[in-house]
């Protein structure tokens, strides 16, 4: 099991980025070289990058106690109806990009959709399965100090969501100050 899927517990939706911000390195066997494209982020939104301001419907403040700016992205991904873009305090780059799905009646809805969704992240590279359980299902495509992973979640509700992290700007964003 990958190290994003041993911190990822149900119902965390966003602490994946608060925990990762500690890793050392980023995640292990991430070569760029089996990749198709590297991981830049998406939905208008670059990793590495500064935050467009024009595109901010507002701060907002995601669970483990993280500050994001919620946007209007300029492409938007079927299916998904939320967007996030965890940025540096002070110099404003983008760290993390999550996008938040609708609610699904079951698992087994949002896996299926999960398996098209999949498809679209092997432009990155391998997708490989990194958790199964009853109550997430977790791919990923790991770039050196880049990831992309997509879950279905079980909590409150059944929902499934596309985070893009960038670990170097995440350790920018703790030395800065950042929640």
């Known amino acids: 099991m990958g190290r994003i899927a041993q911190l990822i517990r149900p119902g965390a939706w966003f602490a994946v980025l608060v925990l990762l911000t500690g890793l050392p390195g980023g995640l292990p066997g991430g070569g760029i070289a089996a990749a198709q494209e590297p991981i830049r982020g998406d939905f208008g939104v670059m990793l590495g990058q500064p935050f467009d301001q024009r595109m901010a419907l507002g701060a907002t403040l ?91 979640v079980r909590g409150s509700q059944i929902h499934m969501e596309l985070n893009y992290v960038d670990f170097e700007m995440l350790r920018l964003r703790d030395q800065e100050g950042g929640k």
Do not use: K
């Not at 492409?75 to 110099?91: E, G, N, Q, S």
């Open 62 to 152: 995601l669970p483990g106690n993280v500050t994001a700016e919620r946007f209007q992205p300029s492409y938007p991904l079927y299916l998904f109806r939320d967007y996030y873009a965890v940025v540096t305090p002070r110099t404003r780059m983008v760290a993390g990009i999550v996008a938040r799905s609708v609610v699904f009646a079951s698992m087994p809805e949002c896996v299926t959709h999960l398996n098209a969704v999949q498809e679209f992240l092997a432009r990155y590279g391998a997708v490989r399965p990194t958790s199964q359980t009853e109550t997430e299902v977790l791919v990923q495509v790991d770039q050196g100090n880049r990831s992309a992973f997509l879950r279905c």
